[in-house]
Nanobody, 126 residues
């Protein structure tokens, strides 16, 4: 069983920054693909950033240059550093993990993970 616990969400003004964390526990090898997915109110889930099983990193176009995904295998923790936040970045952010062997781009495009955290809310005001 894999458990994912997110933290770090909050309310900021446009242009501000937040750092999300996701601590993974259970039977999760260090090369499991992991990523971040968000869901705006009334919208569907969309992939934001992901690290594939080969270490490949991918971002959705709207966050490139502003968000940085990273992983500390020693701490079993996934991060998402978010800078220059915009109101359209608001939503629930979920951490996901997958037991597959695919590149990061797949998970950003599909937002498809096997395991999910409970989510952390990000609100960006203009």
């Amino acid at each position: 069983q894999v458990e994912l616990v997110e933290s770090g969400g909050g309310s900021v003004q446009a242009g501000g920054s937040l750092r999300l964390s996701c601590v993974a526990s259970g039977n999760i090898p260090s090369n499991y693909p992991m990523g971040w997915v968000r869901q705006a109110p009334g919208g569907g889930r969309e992939g934001v950033a992901a690290i594939g099983s080969d270490g490949s990193i991918s971002y959705r176009d709207s966050v490139k240059g502003r968000f940085t995904i990273s992983k500390d295998n020693a701490k079993n923790t996934l991060y998402l550093e978010m800078n220059d936040l915009k109101p359209e970045d608001s939503g629930m952010y979920y951490c996901g993990a997958h037991n597959g062997r695919l590149k990061g781009a797949y998970y950003v495009a599909s937002a498809n993970f096997h395991y999910w955290g409970q989510g952390t809310r990000v609100t960006v005001s203009s």
